[in-house]
């Protein structure tokens, strides 16, 4: 019940945010920013000589409300939806997540501000009544600088699950991301996630190391890319990394009469776990549809190369969301 209760919230939650460009235009008001994107994606995971089907949907809104020149909220909220067919029946998996990230301008380029993200995972099978979830919550501040060219943020915060994953375990997020725009038609970016859980003396880590870079051919034409590395530090000695690779390009139709952006990306992830010698490859593509609101970005949000631009506060996030 408190699963359907948080999914019927998130997605109230959601329709609010969609509801803002509307109202910011109907009266003067603060200044408001931000992006939608309509996503379908495909994978194909290969495995110990098998493979599965992955297909999603997902729509994913980021905004920013400017109240004044020295305090901003961040609204974001994202659901994906996706299947596997895995012979018997399918496997749905559902992620719902909503963020708010109020922050506060020094003037000078500077900021501070706390941020509040939770999000509903499920996992239902076709044919059966039953339907296992995960409901997250992470916290914490963050602060960075904005000046010209260049932003850096870092941030610093903790995760709870319900259910828990029992008594005593602690989880610590931290990070940090920088972009630099070299010059109007080409910028980098880069990010590195760590997240650290405590089990009362066993420690399990992971640690995402991400970095990107777009250019913009100035005749509505963008080409964009990134490549992340993860590594997953446990007890028993298995070793556990990843390698993801993505490239992508899109198309601005507003010199056509219609403000959206047309994106498509296809990404790699070899994974190695070299204790028993497994190996796995995903292959990803995805396509999608994106709006900007209020002047805001024209960056897809359900591209893989979010990890690299500082979008997410915990390495667990950044797997996960990379999966739809």
Do not use: K
């Amino acid at each position: 019940m408190s699963s359907i209760l948080n999914y019927r919230g998130l997605l109230l939650s959601g329709a609010a945010l969609l509801a803002l460009p509307l109202s910011a235009q109907a009266q003067t008001g603060p200044a408001f920013s931000g992006a939608m994107t309509l996503g379908f994606s495909t994978s194909n995971l290969e495995a110990g000589g098998g493979d599965v089907d992955l297909t999603g949907m997902s729509i994913d809104v980021e905004t920013d409300v400017m109240f004044s020149s020295a305090f901003s909220v961040g609204l974001d909220f994202n659901m994906s939806s996706g299947s596997i067919d895995i012979g018997g029946g399918d496997l749905d998996l559902d992620l719902i997540g909503l963020s708010i990230e109020p922050a506060y301008h020094f003037g000078n380029g500077a900021y501070v501000g706390v941020y509040y993200n939770m999000g509903d995972f499920d996992l239902s099978f076709s044919g059966l009544p039953i339907a296992l979830g995960v409901d997250t919550e992470s916290y914490g501040i963050f602060g960075g600088y904005e000046h010209g060219q260049l932003w850096v943020e870092a941030f610093v915060g903790t995760s709870d699950t319900d259910p828990s994953l029992g008594s005593g375990i602690d989880i610590l997020d931290y990070g940090v991301a920088a972009s630099y725009q070299i010059n109007s038609q080409f910028g980098v970016f880069g990010s590195v996630l760590r997240t650290d859980i405590d089990a009362g003396g066993t420690d399990l880590d992971l640690t995402t190391v991400s970095l990107g870079a777009d250019y913009d051919f100035g005749n509505g034409f963008m080409a964009y890319g990134s490549v992340d590395f993860l590594n997953v530090g446990e007890p028993i000695g298995l070793d556990i990394s990843a390698t993801s690779l993505t490239i992508g390009g899109a198309y601005d139709m507003s010199s056509m009469g219609t403000p959206v952006i047309l994106s498509a990306e296809y990404s790699r992830t070899d994974i190695d776990v070299d204790g028993p010698g497994f190996e796995a490859e995903i292959d990803r593509f995805a396509v999608g549809l994106t709006i900007p609101l209020g002047g805001g970005s024209s960056t897809p949000l359900n591209s893989n190369t979010r990890t690299a631009r500082g979008d997410y506060r915990s390495a667990i996030g950044a797997v996960v969301n990379s999966i739809f």
